[in-house]
C-alpha cells in the first residue's frame, strides 16, 4: 500500500533563518506531487506541483522554493524564512494520469515564524 | 481568474441532512471533488464528479451540474464526527487542482 511521510511536525523557526520541509512517498512510482500551505482556518493555497523528477512548477511567487530530487522525494526550502510563511505545510500524491483527481495527503508540517 | 465559492460554515443537528454547496468559475474544468478536514489532521478525499449527476458513497453524495458550474456535497445520517471542514477543488487545465476556502460543518446533538 502506499503511503506517504511528512517531517518534521512541528517547527518553530525564526524570521531569516532557511527552511527545510520532506515529504516523500512509499509504494507508488512516479506520483504527481503537490506542496499546499493553510493558513489557519483557511483553504489550501498550491505552493509547487511536479510531474516528475527535477520538473518544478511554481504557484505563487515567493521566497519559497521546492525540489525532486529523486521519483518520490519532494522538498521544500526557503532561504530566509518571513513571519508572513507561517501556517500548516501539506504534501499530497497523486496518481500520474488518472482519471480521478484523489489527492493523498501526508500528515502535514506546523511551522510557526516568530 | 479563477475562484470557488462554498458557504463558510454550516451548523446541523445530529441525524439531520446538510447540503453544501460550490460554484465555481476557472479557466478549465475537468472535474470536482471533495475533501474533508478534521482540525489539526490532513484532507481526506471523498469524491470526484466528471460528469453531471449525483454520485452515492454510503451517507454521503455529490451532485455537480457543469452547465451551471455549481455542484454540492450532500450528507445525511448526520454524525457528531462529520463535524470537521470540507472542501471542494476543481481539476483544472493542466496538472493542478484548485480548492474552495471550505466550509466548517458544525453538527450539535
Known amino acids: 500500500s502506499q503511503t506517504i511521510h511528512q517531517w518534521p511536525a512541528t517547527l518553530v523557526q525564526p524570521v531569516g533563518s532557511p527552511l527545510s520541509l520532506e515529504c516523500t512517498v512509499e509504494g507508488t512510482s512516479n506520483p504527481n506531487l503537490y506542496w499546499y500551505r493553510q493558513a489557519a482556518g483557511r483553504g489550501l493555497q498550491l505552493l509547487f506541483y511536479?510531474?516528475?523528477?527535477?520538473?518544478i512548477s511554481s504557484e505563487v511567487p515567493q521566497n519559497l522554493s521546492a525540489s525532486r530530487p529523486q521519483d518520490r522525494q519532494f522538498i521544500l526550502s526557503s532561504k530566509k524564512l518571513l513571519l508572513s510563511d507561517s501556517g500548516f505545510y501539506l504534501c499530497a500524491w497523486k496518481v500520474a494520469g488518472g482519471d480521478e483527481d484523489e489527492q493523498f495527503f501526508g500528515p502535514g508540517t506546523r511551522l510557526t515564524v516568530l | 481568474g479563477q475562484s470557488l465559492e462554498q458557504p463558510s460554515e454550516v451548523t446541523a443537528v445530529e441525524g439531520a441532512i446538510v447540503q453544501i454547496n460550490c460554484t465555481y468559475q476557472t479557466s478549465g474544468f475537468y472535474g470536482l471533488s471533495w475533501y474533508q478536514q478534521h482540525d489539526g489532521g490532513a484532507p481526506t478525499f471523498l469524491s470526484y464528479?466528471?460528469?453531471?449527476g449525483l454520485e452515492e458513497t454510503g451517507r454521503f453524495s455529490s451532485f455537480l451540474s457543469r452547465s451551471d458550474s455549481y455542484g454540492y456535497l450532500l450528507l445525511q445520517e448526520l454524525q457528531m464526527k462529520d463535524s470537521a471542514s470540507y472542501f471542494c477543488a476543481v481539476k483544472g487545465g493542466g496538472f493542478k487542482t484548485i480548492f474552495g476556502a471550505g466550509t466548517r460543518l458544525f453538527v450539535k446533538a
Open positions: 511536479s510531474v516528475g523528477i527535477g520538473q
Open positions: 464528479n466528471a460528469l453531471d
